[in-house]
């Protein structure tokens, strides 16, 4: 299962810039004099500063603890009042509706010259996989969610899907422009702008390019007043220069530790944690746990040759997790042996001192060698025949523990 790495604002434009996308002149800042310096450099009447992280909403957020509403995206006047800002931000959690009630820590932030603002729109490019075709998605509803304008004006949202033979179309580009109402030496900014995403898209191997808002200048110019960007890790070997722009700050540490001993981790908000072999059977796993009125804790995907050493790093993994109430193992052995999986079940459930309830559920190749290991272990495991059962009994032992 791939994974996206995603990058900062600042870092996204200047990508973006390299391929032609116009973008308003800004400088990165890790402290308040560095923003004060920054905003001199600028010399522009108006500038904003931006706080930097792998969130979107920041200008609607607020800072935990701050005692004011402002959020992660200001205005300033003078470089004595981007300082002031800076410094309001830096090394405070900024929480937005991406982020969840946790937050994310401030490290950076992002200096740029004010613009003139006639107009917002939105642009992206992603992947449509109802047709596996990259898709270019637009609307006139440019600085708002997407998934809302969506949600209440589905006719606002217009798409562009671009045959792979053919590439983008010039023709494609001016048709969204128009449908965007623009006009004049718009429409041929229009198409340029997209043409530089477009390229960025397929030259960086780009999971999503996204530009929200858009804007339109009081003289007709467009530029990308944010910009978003995110690769798959899988193509990240072919751009090694893309690999240096990951900030593990802004990662989860819990994902960061299962890249390193090759497992695919996703956390979630759920109170069960899972342990499976195989993608298609993890999700099966965490759909039965919601089916059973439980919310799974993680996706964990230990590969279908997991080792010992393996399987121990997942249980470290699942326990490190707050929320976690109880954990299910659902593995079939395949090329994975039951027996072995048993033997790394037990080795971390020690490790680790396990001290919610484990269920697990064994079924293949010495799959009753490794259940016999399982009982005679002096552990308190409880053993599945299916995972039906094993959903059934993870969720009422952790029902069982909540109440007690």
Known sequence: MGRNMNIHEYQAKALLRSFGMPVPDGRVATSAEDAVSAARELAAPLTVVKAQIHAGGRGAGHFAGAGDDRGGVRLARTAEEAGHAARAMLERTLVTKQTGPQGRIVRKVYIESGCDIARELYLSLLVDRANGRIAVVASSEGGMEI?????????????????????????????????????????????????????????????????????????GDLLALDAKMSFDDSALYRHPHLAELRDEDEEDPREREAARHGLAY????????????????AMATMDIIK??????????????????????????????????????????????????????????SRDTGLNVPLVVRLAGTNVERGRALLAESGLTIIPADDLGDAARKIVAAVRTAGAA
């Open 147 to 219: 998934e809302e304008v969506a949600a209440a004006h589905p006719e606002r949202i217009l798409k562009a899907v671009i045959d792979p033979a053919l590439g983008l179309c010039d023709y494609q580009s001016r048709d969204l422009a128009v449908k965007l109402d623009l006009t004049g030496r718009s429409i041929r900014a229009f198409q340029n702008v997209v043409r530089a995403a477009y390229d960025a898209f397929c030259g960086l191997d780009a999971a999503i390019v996204e530009i929200n808002p858009l804007i339109v200048t009081g003289s």
């Open 266 to 281: 996703v956390g979630l908000d759920g109170s069960i944690g899972c342990m499976v072999n195989g993608a298609g059977l």
């Open 291 to 348: 089916m059973e009125g439980e919310s799974p804790a993680n996706f964990l995907d230990v590969g279908g040759g997991a080792t010992t050493e393996r399987v121990a790093a997942a249980f470290r993994i699942l326990m490190s997790d707050r929320n976690v109430r109880g954990i299910l193992v659902n593995i079939f052995g395949g090329i994975m042996r039951c027996d072995v999986i048993a033997e790394a079940i037990i080795a971390a």
